[in-house]
């Protein structure tokens, strides 16, 4: 896949990488735990819209590949087990 096309769910995983540095010093600060969960799940939040995301655009590629008259990159069935491994 191509990076300039992913750039919005690869800003969003850079972005959950940072959080989770943040996540990470503060369990090693001893930060309240309440703090520490709310930014975890943040975490987890991104990381999840990311996958969607990128999901979303390998159905796009593919359909536009059938369009064309190409192979699509992947099959329904491999687009199908990748997002149901994020659900």
């Given at each position: 896949?191509?990076?300039?096309?992913?750039?919005?769910?690869?800003?969003?995983?850079?972005?959950?990488?940072?959080?989770?540095?943040?996540?990470?010093?503060?369990?090693?600060?001893?930060?309240?735990?309440?703090?520490?969960?709310?930014?975890?799940?943040?975490?987890?939040?991104?990381?999840?819209?990311?996958?969607?995301?990128?999901?979303?655009t390998g159905m796009?590629?593919?359909?536009?590949?059938?369009?064309?008259?190409?192979?699509?990159?992947?099959?329904?069935?491999?687009?199908?087990?990748?997002?149901?491994?994020?659900?």
């Amino acid at each position: 896949m191509d990076a300039k096309v992913l750039s919005n769910p690869l800003m969003r995983l850079k972005r959950a990488n940072g959080q989770l540095g943040a996540v990470i010093a503060m369990i090693e600060n001893g930060d309240d735990c309440e703090r520490v969960l709310t930014q975890l799940a943040a975490v987890s939040r991104a990381l999840d819209k990311a996958g969607f995301k990128i999901i979303a655009t390998g159905m796009r590629q593919c359909q536009e590949a059938r369009e064309r008259g190409e192979q699509p990159p992947m099959s329904e069935e491999q687009l199908e087990k990748l997002f149901m491994a994020l659900s």
